[in-house]
């Protein structure tokens, strides 16, 4: 690996998760441990968290923590952390999807406040404004 630096792939994460297959699981573990900077696009946590919840039918508080678990590897590097963290809490708390949990965090942490969508369940959150079109 080029200097320990690279863009990460959802299936990198869900091998070492999961643990499956085995080979493919340890040699993904010890490349996080051993990596020196690993990048995380937002797109592939929630990916991630479709593939734990849909495929491995991973209850939500556990794919909560899997994605804090994530986060928390001294070499993965997050554009934004404290929006990723800001997620989860309302993917866990609020049962949104990800990708949805993802757009309130976002709404919050712009000052913008709104959200433009036909999904009632966003306004479980109440932290933001749902705009209907």
Known sequence: MSGGTAFLDTNVLVRH???????????????????????????????????????????????????RAVLAY???????????YRTIEVFEVHRLDFADAHLIACAEASGVGAVASFDRDLDRVGTVERIEP
């Open 17 to 67: 998760l999961t643990g499956e297959p085995v080979a493919a699981a340890q040699r993904a573990g010890r490349f996080l441990a051993e990596a020196r900077a690993l990048f995380v696009p937002d797109l592939v946590l929630v990916e991630l968290t479709y593939v734990l919840e849909k495929h491995y039918r991973a209850p939500r508080s556990q794919v909560a923590e899997a994605v």
């Open 74 to 84: 001294p070499s993965v590097k997050a554009v934004d952390r404290d929006l990723l």
